[in-house]
C-alpha cells in the first residue's frame, strides 16, 4: 500500500497490522474489499454485483459519495491461477481492488449536442501518481 504522500508511513504500519491479524502478507492477497472495509471501520457494508446491477446504481453510488461513504470496488480475477493479475483493455487489472475517490454527473456540451455523463474516479492504491 502507498500513500500519495512520499513522507506518510502510516498506511504501511497499518497493512503491516493488519497481516499481523490475518497472519500473513499472504492472507491479504484474498477476500474483498466490503470485508476489509468492515474489518477496518466496523461499519455494514453492501455489495453490488454489476451482472446483477439494478438500474439506480450510479443514484445509489452518487448518494452514498455525498454522504461520505466508503467505496471500493474490483474486478474479478482470472479463473486461470497462472494469470493473477490479468489487465483488461481499458488498463485495468482483473483481480485488483480499487478505492473509488469520486463520483459525479459531468455536463459535456458538443456543437450538436449537450449530455450529462455519469463518471465514477477510481485509483490504484498499489500504483504510482499517474495511475
Known amino acids: 500500500m502507498r500513500s500519495s504522500e512520499k513522507n506518510e508511513f502510516w498506511s504501511a ?26 474489518d477496518f471501520t466496523g461499519a455494514i457494508t453492501k455489495t453490488y454485483f454489476l451482472n446483477k446491477v439494478t438500474s439506480n446504481l450510479f443514484k445509489i453510488m452518487l448518494k452514498a459519495y455525498n454522504s461520505y461513504s466508503m467505496m471500493g470496488c474490483c474486478i474479478e480475477a482470472d479463473p486461470d491461477p497462472q494469470v493473477p493479475e490479468a489487465v483488461t483493455p481499458k488498463g485495468l487489472i482483473k483481480g485488483h481492488a480499487y478505492s473509488i475517490t469520486k463520483v459525479q454527473f459531468v455536463d459535456v456540451k458538443t456543437p450538436k449536442s449537450s449530455a450529462k455523463i455519469p463518471l465514477i474516479r477510481l485509483r490504484n492504491p498499489w500504483g504510482d501518481e499517474t495511475e
Do not use: M, P, R
Not at 504500519?13 to 468492515?38: C, V
Open 13 to 38: 504500519l497499518l497493512e503491516k497490522a493488519y497481516a499481523k491479524l490475518n497472519g500473513s502478507y499472504e492472507h491479504l492477497n484474498s477476500g474483498t474489499t466490503s470485508e476489509a472495509f468492515q
